[in-house]
């Protein structure tokens, strides 16, 4: 709802808006943009009436705002159908779906437009740093070509529209990442998910084209259900139906050097920042897509080069005593797998301190408690964070980590206690989809404030 604010107002349009809780890097954002941001959802918001009410899917009836909405009969729309209707309906738009790494592939895609001098206009759900921002109306159509990126998510869209977001956005282009259980709060199992994305695969046209990930079986079944798109597949592995893949360069364990290949014949080299195998998946999806928009992939593979990373996606927060911190936005076994597998294999045998707070609805609700201590056990150490309204029983969790897995029910105290066990050379791998209460500042305030009184008590016995 942010990047839809930013969108907004770049298209001349004067907003507010209101949330709870609102954290970097989109609170910052909202800031520079001089988008006002009201805490709360009271009914005053309302007053003076706005033209138009762009609702978001956290909004739900009770809420006092929602409810003088409806009975003063004010004009309102959701957030995708706002999109739909005044920016993607004269754009060339590339939708990125999936479970995971709808983000990463985004910022890829949108950087490789970009570094192509497409001017695509984009809107994802993380900050890439080579824009520094999460939302851009990009080329109007009257310049040329206008292509729009936008983060295609299955969630639905608001109270009054139960659908998933992305069928709102008839995509000409369409990544398919990958498809698991996820958002158990709205979808009771695997099957429905399925047919929302189906429905997807309904609106591409026939001209346009659908980049799938040809390992996934669910994404298979899914295309069984029927496709009128041509499809090109990608996987780490090749297998059928794939025509890209890709492999690690020489000795490079981490998957920062990879080789494209399409239908098996080598297309060129990436060398870039980010590592782990589903990074490099990312990366051909970004490559195939962008090829249909008009990119060689030689030039893609160029623009992948000079790709930045992305905010809260494996970034480093800081390094203090020796001890690095990480933020990752991981929170689903799958993606907290991958990330763990991704920083071992950069780090090697160094210490690797994870730490999660199960903060998405599904975590909330323990549908992926069965498989979350596996998930983590790449680590050395596992912290969980466990609130008293988690609702479920994390001991059998701890449990499973042995030694290694510990509890705690407050972030103030945790962070003293990850700063009392770290040391020179760990790496703290801090994974939530939230603001997980400061924890990464705190954990390096505590590291400072513990470096000083050792470099005191140093001083102290040193004449």
């Known amino acids: 709802m942010g990047g839809i604010a930013a969108i907004a107002r770049a298209a001349g349009h004067r907003v507010t808006g209101s949330d709870r809780n609102v954290y970097p890097p989109m609170s910052t954002q909202l800031e520079s943009l001089g988008i006002d941001v009201i805490q709360g959802f009271e009914a005053g918001q309302l007053d003076p009436a706005p033209d138009i009410v762009v609702v978001g899917n956290v909004m739900t009836r009770g ?48 950087w490789i437009l970009e570094h192509a001098g497409l001017a695509p206009g984009f809107l994802i759900g993380g900050v890439p740093a080579n824009f520094d921002t999460s939302a851009r109306l990009g080329r109007e159509p009257t310049m040329g070509q206008p292509f729009f990126v936008i983060e295609a998510d299955e969630y639905d869209t608001a109270f009054f529209d139960k659908r998933a977001k992305f069928v709102h956005y008839r995509p000409r282009t369409a990544i398919l990442n990958n498809l698991e259980y996820d958002h158990a709060d709205i979808y009771p199992d695997v099957a429905s998910i399925q047919r929302q994305f189906h429905h997807l695969v309904r609106i591409v046209p026939g001209g346009g084209r659908i980049v799938w990930n040809s390992g996934d079986e669910r994404l298979r079944e899914t295309l ?34 990879f080789e494209v290949l ?62 690095r911190v990480y933020d990752d936005f991981a929170h689903h076994p799958t993606a907290i797998t991958t990330t763990v597998d991704g920083l071992r294999r950069r780090v090697g045998r160094a210490r690797i301190i994870a730490v999660l707070e199960p903060r998405s609805n599904t975590m909330r609700m323990g549908v992926h408690k069965d498989t979350l201590a596996t998930s983590l056990s790449g680590a050395d150490e596992v ?21 290694r897995g510990h509890a705690s029910h407050d972030i103030d105290l945790l962070a003293s206690q990850l700063a009392r066990t770290a040391r020179s050379g760990d790496h ?27 470099a005191d008590n140093g001083a102290a016995h040193n004449p």
């Open 262 to 323: 399409e239908a098996g014949k080598p297309r060129g080299t990436v060398q870039w920042s980010l590592i782990g195998a589903h990074n490099m998946e990312n990366a051909l999806a970004a490559i195939a897509a962008a090829r249909h928009a008009g990119v060689t992939v030689e030039h893609a593979i160029d623009a992948l080069g000079s790709f930045q990373g992305i905010a809260r996606r494996m970034q480093v927060r800081g390094e203090v005593g020796g001890v």
């Open 63 to 110: 809420y006092p705002v929602v409810e003088a909405l409806l009975e003063r009969g004010l004009p309102y729309m959701s957030g995708p159908e706002w999109l739909a209707r005044e920016v993607l309906k004269d754009r060339w738009v590339l939708a990125v779906a999936g479970t995971h790494g709808k983000t990463t592939t985004s910022s890829l895609l949108a």
């Open 383 to 403: 912290w969980l964070y466990a609130p008293a309204d988690i609702g479920w029983n994390t001991d059998a969790v701890i449990a499973a980590l042995g030694p």
């Open 224 to 257: 069984a259900m029927g496709c009128w798109t041509p499809l090109e597949g990608f996987a780490r592995d090749g297998g059928q139906d794939t025509l890209w893949t890709a492999k690690p360069v020489g000795s490079v364990a981490d998957y920062s050097r």
């Open 428 to 454: 703290v791998l801090i994974m939530s989809n939230g603001g997980f209460g400061g924890l990464h500042g705190k954990l390096l305030a505590e590291l400072e404030r513990g470096a000083r009184k050792g």
